[in-house]
């Protein structure tokens, strides 16, 4: 079996809307390496875009997995809940910043914790506006979709969006915009166009995501926060791809001096098992009736299974150090390359979340160069992904895991393969 025979079954039995990045099939993985059908290895760094931050069949989540599976599988929390369920909560609320009571609930995707974030936020207050950042990604559902701060692909064609979102600027310096335009486009909105007492939550990334990895300053953090007390407006932290470890910090807030309402997470909560949670201020997470949070398969015994295997490996393996020490080491080496770049602009991202952004020498961005270097090094066997509103980003999420010897062939890869993208 091949990979070009899968990839044309698969053209004709999946939607097209599903796009994928690469067109190998994996067989197997193990910590920092896929194995595709044909035998390849490949070093992975997009590690399911920040999911398996733990890697590949960490053998602590695995056994987990396995032993709740010999137990059972489903019995939905709704109907007959279950211990483990309980004690991830406890666990979440202990670790999630904010000096008070907090509680949680699960559900199963990333979207899925950002719908029920504003479902929160809104019966918390009971008003109806939102307000998220140019640029931003909090999913494909239509709340989501309309959080997100990106037409292409995530809008397009999908008609109206929710009614009561809006947008403002996020600053980022690369790009001419700065923390006094985002609170100053903000004030404008109040002023302008919406009544703050209108405004039930705003959301944020403290790392925007798809939108180029762009750390949100402090002082954003700082303003955004005086602005939601001043008004009793709900701040809502999205970390799921920023939480567990990714960030240097347990969650990239920890890094800041100010504190959300409610986060929002999933990705690498569960080490690779679908699982989302939301944990907050306890007096806005009790202010849904019973029965109106919840899903089928939200908090199912495996993914709780594995995120509580997952809190503990990140623990005993002192990972948040370790994405630390691998970030610094990405750094150095991509500033080593970029001396002799002058197409890689920026670099930029805490702990082991670290992105590179290309433009052409008369400052454009370049995703024809960003696409050839994520290209060349799939070639060579190192998956990489892009992002940006561009797409002129690489961004770098291997495994906190990763083993030295595996980074530093990665790191030899990616300087090979951005030498080659150049000409």
Known sequence: MSNAEISARRSAAVAQGVGVQTQIFAERALNSEIWD??????????????????????????EAVQTQAANFTHTCHQVVPYENYVRLAERLNDAVPG??????????????????????????????AVIAFGGAFHGRTFMGMSLTGKVAPYKKGFGAMMPDVYHVPFPIDL?????????????????????????????LEPVQGEGGFYPAPADLMRGVRSLCDEHGIVMIADEVQTGFARTGNMFAMDGYDVAADITTMAKGLAGGLPLAAVTGRADLMDAAAPGGLGGTYGGNPLGIAAANA????????????????????????????????PEMVDIRGPGFMVAAEFNTLDGQPNPDLTNA?????????????????????VRFLAPITVQDEIMNEALDILEASIDAAKG
């Open 37 to 62: 059908v044909e035998g390849n290895r490949y070093i992975d760094f997009a590690a399911g875009i920040a999911v398996v931050n733990t890697g590949h069949c960490h053998p602590k989540v695995m």
């Open 310 to 341: 997952v809190l503990d490996v990140i623990e005993e393996e002192d990972l948040c150090a370790r994405a630390n020490e691998l970030g610094s080491r990405l750094k150095q080496r991509l500033e080593s390359i970029r001396a002799r770049t």
């Open 373 to 393: 270097i994520r290209a060349e090094a799939m070639k060579r066997g190192l998956i990489l992904l892009t992002c940006g509103v561009y797409g002129n980003v």
């Open 175 to 203: 790009h001419g915009s700065s923390t006094e335009d985002a609170l100053g486009a903000l004030t404008k909105l109040f002023k302008a166009d919406l009544d703050p007492e209108r405004v039930a939550a705003i959301i």
């Open 99 to 128: 000096d008070f009571d907090k509680k949680t609930v699960f559900v199963t995707t990333g979207a899925e914790a950002v719908e029920n974030a504003i479902k929160i936020a809104r019966a918390a207050t009971g008003r109806p």
